[in-house]
């Protein structure tokens, strides 16, 4: 196996040592061939990754797949790591992230803290590979990087926040896209410049969506891609009120579909901010790239802050509209208008603020905690353990796991300031909806238990295994 320590070559040197044609690196999917790019070899950073059966002489298709595989895993991470105030120096739960192209025949792929596990499935006699699609494997990857982040996230019993890692990975997908010039060229292309209209970006593993439609034969499935926030523009709903499941087409309370809500707004936001970028004078290109960046720096600051609470997506999405005004008034005031027209962020709302002062803060601050300075103030985090046993929770008649069982809760604080030090935003958390949505989460877990189960019980506690 080659190890994960040579350094960026030239385009040149990469086609010699490897025999490829020039330019046949592909960035996108197996239904856009079209779509390749001359990137040369990754750079190995502190998050380091073995991708099996990698060899610098591919001599068949497994052999080209993890080479593909690795190329996008290493572009990916330094791309991500670029952005970050602070790179990443580790996963979360391993020193070296293991990688499967092929790890066996199932329509699936998952990510498990000690590895990224990409499968196949034989349809009318073809093998369609997961790790083929550069969406799938930027989107497991953004689940490990995601968790080395946020490695509370892990087990926490709270559908926004489950839900939240499935939109950050799509989220990480179209911004890893977005990171070659050949892609950038073509959606500008695609689209003539209208980003609402759904493109190669916004197509998220176009070749297994199409598999999926054609194995369940259900016309409630996108018929080109896994999902596309141009089209799913699913607004947000209180998931209490949603079905468990539903058509593909329509939103449940399961982090999947509801996953959806977020990736919609964050892409209308990235879609402004490039229009508002192209209205400066900046040339398509250069306003898209811009846009790109900015974007995505904003999610990622707006996670490094936001607090672990069962409403999850109103606290990041505030975290998110509080450091974006870094990036100007058109960022903030563009995440803000957008995070109010998809429902997340209610200008309605009214509160009552505790009288809690800055110095309160800063008293009880502890080392997990999270402070973070904007140009219209400060937003705090305070990092609380909470946990409750199954047998507390309501309407667990149900479940056949142990009521003696412990579950980690969120239960997290965040605060904002003004520029004056005076408190202007606040979330704690609230323990009967807290309650109320681990209990709802446990619905889930009860079906999905066990040694090839999402979830397992160690040490008396629900924890995750993996996730999908």
């Not at 490829?20 to 390749?36: E, H, Q, R």
């Not at 670029?82 to 990510?111: C, E, H, I």
């Not at 080109?224 to 058509?247: G, I």
């Not at 929770?393 to 030090?421: H, K, M, N, R």
Request: aromatic share 8%.
């Amino acid at each position: 196996m080659l190890k994960n320590n040579f350094k960026t070559g030239s385009v040149s040197r990469l086609v010699a040592d490897l025999g490829y044609a020039l330019g046949s690196f592909p960035i996108n999917d197996p239904t856009t061939p079209s779509l390749v790019s001359e990137a040369g070899l990754p750079d190995m950073g502190p998050l380091k990754y073995s991708v099996q059966g990698l060899s610098m002489q591919p001599r068949n298709q497994n052999d080209t797949r993890a080479l593909n595989c690795h190329i996008q895993l290493g572009h990916c991470i330094n791309a991500t790591q670029r952005l970050l105030r602070k790179p990443l120096q580790g996963w979360s739960a391993t020193r070296l992230l293991q990688v499967m192209p092929a790890a066996g025949a199932d329509m699936n792929a998952y990510y498990d803290r000690r590895s990224l596990r990409f499968f196949y499935y034989n349809h009318r006699g073809r093998n369609v590979y997961f790790g083929d699609s550069a969406d799938i494997v930027a989107h497991e990857l953004g689940h490990a990087v995601l968790d080395a982040m946020r490695p509370d996230f892990w087990s926490v019993q709270a559908l926004e926040i489950w839900s939240f890692h499935e939109a950050f990975s799509d989220i990480i997908a179209v911004f890893n896209l977005l990171n070659y010039d050949r892609a950038v060229d073509a959606v500008l292309e695609e689209t003539d410049g209208d980003l609402r209209r759904s493109n190669h970006a916004s197509r998220l593993a176009e070749e297994v969506g199409r598999l999926i439609r054609a194995v369940t034969g259900s016309s409630a499935y996108l018929g080109n891609a896994l999902r596309d926030p141009c089209v799913e523009r699913f607004q947000y709903v209180d998931p209490a009120s949603l079905p468990k499941e539903a058509r593909n087409d329509r939103l449940a309370a399961e982090c999947h579909s509801f996953g959806r809500v977020f990736s919609a707004a964050w892409y209308e936001a990235l879609v402004r901010s490039y229009e508002n970028e192209v209205s400066t004078g900046k040339e398509p290109a250069k306003a898209l790239k811009a846009a790109r960046d900015a974007c995505f720096s904003i999610v990622l600051r707006g996670v490094e802050v936001s607090p672990r609470v069962n409403n999850y997506y109103e606290a990041v999405a505030k975290c998110m509209t509080a450091v974006a005004s870094d990036y100007g008034e058109s960022y903030s005031g563009t995440f803000s208008d957008v995070f109010q027209e998809w429902k997340i962020l209610d200008p309605h709302s009214v509160r009552p603020l505790s009288s809690k002062s800055w110095s309160d803060v800063v008293r009880s601050l502890k080392n997990v905690d999270k402070v973070v300075k904007t140009k219209s103030g400060m937003v705090v985090s305070i990092r609380n353990a909470s946990s409750i046993k199954v047998s507390d929770l309501p309407l667990v008649s149900s479940l056949s796991v142990p009521p003696d069982l412990e579950l980690e809760t969120p239960a997290d604080s965040y605060y904002e300031f003004d520029a004056a030090g005076n408190l202007v935003g606040e979330i704690v958390a609230e323990q009967r909806a807290v309650a109320e949505d681990a209990a709802a989460c446990m619905s889930y877990v009860n079906d999905d238990m066990g040694p090839d189960g999402m979830w397992h019980v160690s040490e008396g506690k629900v924890s995750r295994r993996l996730i999908r």
